[in-house]
């Protein structure tokens, strides 16, 4: 008989058989539709064979029928182990939940270990995460995945650059790049202080060197603004020239904005689909039939289920529809213009470091045509324009 396995789950009997008739015995089970396999025979007059715990019904009905007698040898399958089992009720009971407790103490929670960051941004991460309801003795799968734990980090904690997050057994790790970490100071060699680009002096502050340019002066790209040389003329000393000095730049942008544009946006409705995973076979278990969303984005979670540190091939998948539409935005001339002024700005702060700003703008050109508003802008910035070159003999 094919698939015994299976018949095993239900439970199987092995029945003996003995008297007259044996052979009809078999035809009969046959025709009620008994299923019958491994028939050997024992003596003269006794057979022996297995059947399906579920046919043992219509097995009485064949007895009755026939002079053989019949008795049951042995039980196997599922049905009573089980129970057997549940007369050492209190053994099974004991295992069971042994297992249970620590499948469930294996997907918690433990410990959050912070790793580069200062006492105070590390009270602050660990604040953060206590909001969003990353704590110890939280189940994993209750909790944001890691990639999304170091987004709302980097997002809210301002103290930090960069941040990752490596969730390892019941351990979450997190390495933390601060901002304005104090450098070292190092032994640098006598220079002069000059400007990287032309500029107009804005702001002035020499803490060694002696300046040769003033505020409001015009300076252009190469120029000493800081000497490195200190005293008279006939007993000079040479020092490393230190100063922060910030100019005002120039950059001219073209920008272009369409007056109509037709995007997707997310509309706030969601759906949720829930499955359990068995590897790569997804079992649905809530959330049945489609998001009806005409137009979605799709967002996965996965929860994968671990027992003593080991990810099992077992887990939960939430798939979450994020309902889109389609919009269509429409500028007046005025808000083009307005559009395109802080596009412009906005690509230009990208490149500017901390205390560097956009101080003003210009509009040089403007024309409309195609539908679209095309500006040609000069920026005023205010930057840094400290570059140090090395003091030779002859300065």
Excluded at 7 to 19: A, D, H, M, P, R
Aim: negative net charge; contains cysteine.
């Amino acid at each position: 008989m094919k698939n015994q396995w299976t018949s095993y789950l239900f439970g199987i009997l092995k029945v003996s058989i003995e008297g007259r008739g044996t052979e009809r015995f078999l035809n009969d089970c046959i025709r009620s539709n008994i299923a019958v396999w491994n028939v050997h025979r024992s003596g003269v007059d006794g057979l022996s064979f297995f059947i399906r715990l579920q046919d043992v019904h219509a097995l009485r009905d064949v007895v009755r029928r026939n002079e053989c007698k019949c008795r049951f040898e042995k039980r196997l399958g599922l049905p009573f182990l089980m129970k057997r089992s549940w007369r050492n009720n209190g053994f099974v009971m004991g295992f069971l939940a042994f297992f249970v407790l620590i499948f469930i103490l294996s997907n918690m929670i433990w410990g959050i270990e912070v790793d580069g960051a200062s006492p105070e941004t590390e009270h602050l991460i660990k604040k953060e995460l206590s909001r969003i309801g990353v704590t110890s003795g939280k189940f994993q799968f209750f909790v944001e995945n890691p990639d999304d734990i170091q987004k709302t980090l980097t997002d809210n904690i301002q103290q930090i650059t960069w941040v990752g997050v490596e969730l390892t057994g019941t351990t979450y790790h997190l390495k933390v790049v601060e901002k304005n970490q104090p450098e070292e100071e190092k032994l640098v060699s006598p220079r002069h202080i000059v400007a990287k680009k032309e500029a107009v002096i804005k702001k002035m502050f020499v803490e060694q060197g002696q300046p040769v340019t003033t505020l409001n002066e015009h300076v252009d790209k190469g120029q000493i603004l800081v000497s490195g040389l200190i005293g008279k003329e006939d007993d000079q000393k040479e020092v490393a020239a230190k100063a922060e000095i910030f100019g005002e730049t120039w950059y001219k942008s073209t920008i272009t904005i369409p007056i109509n544009t037709t995007f997707q946006v997310l509309t706030g409705n969601t759906k949720d689909k829930f499955y359990l995973k068995f590897g790569s076979f997804q079992l649905p278990i809530w959330g049945f039939g489609e998001s009806g969303f005409t137009s979605y984005e799709l967002e996965d979670d996965i929860y994968d289920l671990k027992f003593l540190g080991f990810s099992l091939p077992l887990g939960f998948l939430k798939e979450t529809y994020l309902e889109k539409e389609e919009v269509e935005r429409k500028y007046t001339l005025k808000q083009a213009k307005e559009a395109a002024l802080d596009q412009g700005r906005k690509d230009i702060e990208d490149n500017l470091v901390e205390d560097e700003k956009v101080i003003g703008e210009k509009v040089l050109h403007e024309t409309k045509e195609n539908g679209k508003v095309k500006l040609t802008v000069l920026y005023q910035v205010l930057e840094n324009i400290v570059k140090t070159t090395p003091i030779v003999q002859g300065d």
